[in-house]
């Protein structure tokens, strides 16, 4: 995939354009001209603004359902957080979002 990346590079290297990135669906990220990085494990393309405009054009509308227990296990809201995070990383400012919290009633 490289290879055929550097080539189609090549052929977009014209003035003005200086940089050109390209973000795959599994995460894999490359860049030209190439830059050397001191460490990519926390690179994600995918939730680059860049990544996000592209793959999603057109305005979504998400609604989050979070569950709000009064005593809730420290695992299971960690993995709460961290999957509204993820969702929330992938929205474009033109997207609207709403958040509830339920237990036996949900709040706005």
Avoid at 56 to 63: G, I, L, S
Wanted: glycine share 2%; with cysteine; net charge positive.
């Amino acid at each position: 995939l490289y290879g055929k990346l550097d080539s189609v590079y090549m052929k977009n290297n014209i003035a003005p354009l200086k940089w050109q990135y390209f973000g795959s669906e599994n995460g894999m990220a490359n860049q030209f001209p190439s830059a050397r990085a001191s460490s990519c494990d926390d690179y994600d393309p995918r939730f680059r603004p860049w990544y996000i405009a592209s793959a999603t054009p057109h305005p979504k509308d998400v609604v989050l359902l979070v569950k709000n227990n009064l005593f809730p296990q420290d695992s299971v809201r960690a993995r709460q957080y961290e999957a509204a995070d993820i969702i929330l990383r992938t929205l474009n400012p033109k997207d609207k979002v709403a958040v509830f919290l339920y237990n036996k009633k949900i709040t706005i």
